[in-house]
Structure formats: C-alpha cells, structure tokens
Nanobody
C-alpha cells in the first residue's frame, strides 16, 4: 500500500506560480510512475502530467506544456508539480497518483490505470 498526500495548493492570481508536492509513505515510490491529474467542478478528471519511475521521461497535456514541470525525488519519496503562468482555466482540485510501472517512456494513461491516489489539493487562479 502507498499513501499519497498532496500539498501546496492555494489561491493565486493569473500569471502567478504554485508548486504542488506529493509525499508518499508506506512503500518506496521508486517503483511507481507518478501522475498529476485535475478535476474542475462539473468536469471529468483530466490528465496533467506524468513521470516515469526513475524520472527519465515525462509527458504533459497540451494545455499545460511549457508552463508546468513535473519532477520527483525518490530519495525523499516525493513528487512535485511546478506550475507557472497560471490561468483561470487551471482552477481545479489537483491529485497525484502512482502506478506500479518500470516503463522507461512516460505515457498518457487514464485514471483507471493508476493504483494509488492522494486526497487532492485545491488550486484557484483568479483573473
């Protein structure tokens, strides 16, 4: 079992930045690919970014490419999502997720393919 806890959400003006963190406990995170998803009110959960187990490959949704950066530190059992140039349409609850995978190339996978989820952290971007 892996427990994931997100932090770092909050209220920010458009154009600002936030850094989300995901702390894992229970098992080492190093055997898991990590993903970030978000869900706005009335919408389905959507993919944001993913990173392979060793950090060697990343993949982003087109809507965040060039603005968001996913990273991880397996020694600390953590993963981060740096969000820059935030827009009001980025407003959502952000979730981190882990998938047991040794794949070397990051892939866009649906939420159902992930094994563990955090409780989410709210990000609100004001215009």
């Amino acid at each position: 079992q892996v427990q994931l806890v997100e932090s770092g959400g909050g209220l920010v003006q458009a154009g600002g930045s936030l850094r989300l963190s995901c702390a894992a406990s229970g098992r080492t995170l190093s055997i898991y690919a990590m993903g970030w998803f978000r869900q706005a009110p009335g919408k389905e959960r959507e993919f944001v970014a993913t990173i392979t187990w060793n950090g060697g490959s990343t993949f982003y949704a087109d809507s965040v490419k060039g603005r968001f950066t996913i990273s991880r530190d397996n020694a600390k059992n953590t993963g981060d999502l740096q969000m820059n140039s935030l827009k009001p349409e980025d407003t959502a609850v952000y979730y981190c997720a882990a998938q047991q995978s040794q794949r070397r190339t990051a892939q866009l996978l649906p939420p159902t393919r992930y094994d563990y989820w955090g409780q989410g952290t709210q990000v609100t971007v004001s215009s």
